[in-house]
């Protein structure tokens, strides 16, 4: 026969095995979500600079060493064509940080790090060429540098400016070092920082010589990524000096740049490694950070924003609804545990109670069982005193099944109202027949059957 008690407990388990399952699948959720959206440096970090005699590729090679004690983890530095392929890399995800130089590729989808130094627009010349202005290059040789470079770039909008046709010109997919191998070549124009190396190796020769922009205000006013600079006298040679006089151009910036939605650790760390380690003794023309910090020409990644000025926007409350949001995930994934937790205990002591209650019901078995054995034996007997002693048996295992079995999901079972009504019919049952035996009625013994059936 069915248990009606089923039909209850039925919903009830199945309600708890839904909450215990849509908690777990809370708690796994949400420790995949925290573990996808959290801020974490990459395995290896990759930058992607240009040319190894470069100033670009120096300058990684002098942030290197800092960032990966910082970050622990190793650094690679890819040696490329310039900025356009170094915008191609961070885009493509195969490099975290790139160099570029500012205007010479679109910052759509990436962020700006730190301005790093300025690059002024160097012309160089042949000193036997006789060449006295831009307009002389129409025509010649002149090195532009390699395609996808800044540095071709910028040269391509000077010469734009000067009404020079870049298309007529004669080998122009050259590096500006190829000056000294190559004889035929007239002259490069080049941007870079004033410490490149080769570029100061080339102009201390004092075979060459820098031609002036004169109107490099103008040129500014009509392309804002170009400043006006002076490069001094003297600046790369001295006896004779190289140049002989300040020469007047334009410059671009170096830019320290990221994907927009680059790692905040890695961008601090990169930004710590740049401005906390000294690196102007050996970069001196390195933007300082103060200055930095009110560079506003193409976008700050928000962590560099947030360096410079930790209480930008709302301060404090601001960082604090940000680490909540950014471990809000974990916080779900907590929750979801101590449910999990708080439910197993719950199980584990249910399994107890109903371990408790099973053992109490074997032991109540025990006490039924002793009651039939009384009851098959008293029914054979006609002894009046052997009847007293069977109805004291029965009257202490009811009194001792009342002391020992006292959980009350027991005394709720119909098996223990079974076990109390058979030691009330068997009390009654051996009363009477002991009166019986006596030759008494059965009404005249009530006061010593209540005193041998005492109410539960």
Not at 142 to 149: I, T
Not at 246 to 259: E, H, M, Q, Y
Request: glycine letters at 6%; proline letters at 5%; charged letters at 25%.
């Amino acid at each position: 026969m069915a248990d009606p008690n089923d039909s209850l407990e039925r919903p009830s388990l199945w309600h708890s095995w839904y909450m215990r399952g849509a908690m777990a699948a809370l708690l796994v959720f949400s420790l995949l979500g925290w573990y996808v959206a959290r801020d974490r440096l990459p395995a290896e970090i990759v930058i992607a600079t240009a040319a190894e005699g470069g100033q670009y590729h120096r300058l990684a090679s002098v942030l290197k060493p800092h960032l990966e004690r910082i970050t622990g983890r190793n650094v690679t530095l890819l040696t490329t064509a310039g900025s356009q392929e170094n915008r191609e890399l961070l885009t493509q995800g195969r490099a975290h940080l790139a160099i570029l130089q500012g205007g010479s590729v679109s910052m759509d989808d990436l962020a700006t790090l730190a301005p790093l130094y300025f690059e002024p627009v160097h012309v160089v010349v042949r000193r036997e060429m006789g060449f006295k202005s831009l307009r002389d290059l129409d025509g010649k040789k002149v090195a532009l540098g390699p395609e996808g470079s800044g540095m071709r770039r910028s040269a391509q909008e000077l010469l734009e400016h000067y009404r020079i046709d870049v298309s007529k010109l004669c080998e122009t997919n050259c590096y500006f070092g190829d000056l000294e191998k190559r004889a035929d070549l007239d002259a490069a124009v080049v941007t870079t920082g004033l410490e490149n190396r080769d570029l100061q190796a080339l102009l201390a020769t004092g075979r060459y010589e820098l031609l002036p922009i004169l109107d490099a205000e103008a040129l500014a006013i009509r392309r804002p990524y170009f400043a006006p600079i002076t490069i001094p006298r003297g600046l790369f040679s001295e006896g004779p000096p190289v140049p002989d006089a300040n020469v007047p151009t334009v410059g671009t910036t170096a830019l320290l740049a990221s994907r927009s939605g680059e790692s905040k650790l890695l961008v601090e760390a990169a930004l710590e490694a740049l401005y906390e380690n000294h690196l102007q003794l050996d970069l001196p023309t390195l933007i300082p950070e103060r200055a930095a910090m009110e560079w506003r020409l193409f976008p700050l990644h928000p962590a560099a924003r947030a360096y410079h000025d930790p209480y930008e926007g709302l301060g404090l409350l601001a960082n604090l609804m940000e680490s909540i949001a950014a471990i809000k995930e974990l916080l779900f994934a907590l929750g979801a545990g101590l449910y999990l937790i708080w439910d197993r205990r719950q199980r584990f002591k249910e399994r107890e109670r109903q371990a408790d209650v099973s053992r109490q019901k074997e032991h109540l078995d025990s006490f039924l069982n002793r009651t039939v054995v009384i009851e098959r034996e008293h029914m054979a007997c006609s002894d009046p005193k052997r009847l007293q002693e069977y109805l004291d048996e029965v009257t202490r295992i009811k009194l001792q099944a009342l002391e020992e079995l006292t959980h009350e999901d027991l005394r709720g079972d119909r098996l223990f109202s079974i076990f109390l009504m058979q030691c009330a019919n068997l009390i009654h049952k051996i009363q009477y027949k002991i009166l019986l035996q006596q030759g008494r009625k059965p009404g005249e013994a009530g006061h010593e059957a209540a005193q041998h059936a005492p109410s539960e």
